[in-house]
């Protein structure tokens, strides 16, 4: 049963932040008022929680998991899903500090306006964060499967 639960819980994470993912492709954009940027603030750090969380919660799995830890680190698609989760984390590094810059000036309460070159650049790795993030359910399903590359 516990099994069952972690996989429940990587996956419902795993969904919130798909969810936070494409808010956030959506909202960035130029025009976004100071309170948007508030709110995208807070989604981010979230989001950013949610990294964690999945990834702590897939240790558990990996570990304590019904398989055990060598049906997945023998594998070498769950190492490619690995490489696609961390490139999800290290892409959104640049859109986090980016948002979190806009929040510092966006709180102030006056006139706010991010440049639209920086709005344009978080929204390209926020769009191959998201190609990133598309891949690893397919490895998830080949590396549950078994399937050897």
């Not at 006139?111 to 978080?122: G, H, L, N, W």
Request: charged share 15%; proline share 3%.
């Amino acid at each position: 049963m516990s099994g069952v639960l972690l996989s429940i819980a990587h996956f419902l994470a795993a969904f919130a932040m798909a969810a936070i993912l494409a808010t956030e492709i959506a909202v960035v954009r130029p025009g976004m008022s100071a309170e948007e940027v508030v709110r995208i603030r807070r989604l981010d750090g979230f989001y950013g929680s949610l990294i964690g969380l999945v990834l702590f919660v897939g240790i558990l799995q990996v570990s304590y998991g019904e398989r055990g830890q060598a049906f997945y680190t023998d594998n070498p698609v769950f190492w490619l899903k690995m490489a696609a989760f961390a490139a999800v984390g290290l892409l959104s590094v640049q859109p986090t500090v980016r948002i979190y810059h806009w929040w510092q000036e966006a709180r102030g309460g006056g006139f706010f306006s991010a440049p639209d070159d920086e709005i344009a650049k978080v929204r390209r790795f926020l769009r191959l964060e998201a190609i990133a993030f598309a891949s690893i359910p397919v490895f998830s399903v080949v590396a549950a499967r078994g399937v050897d590359i």
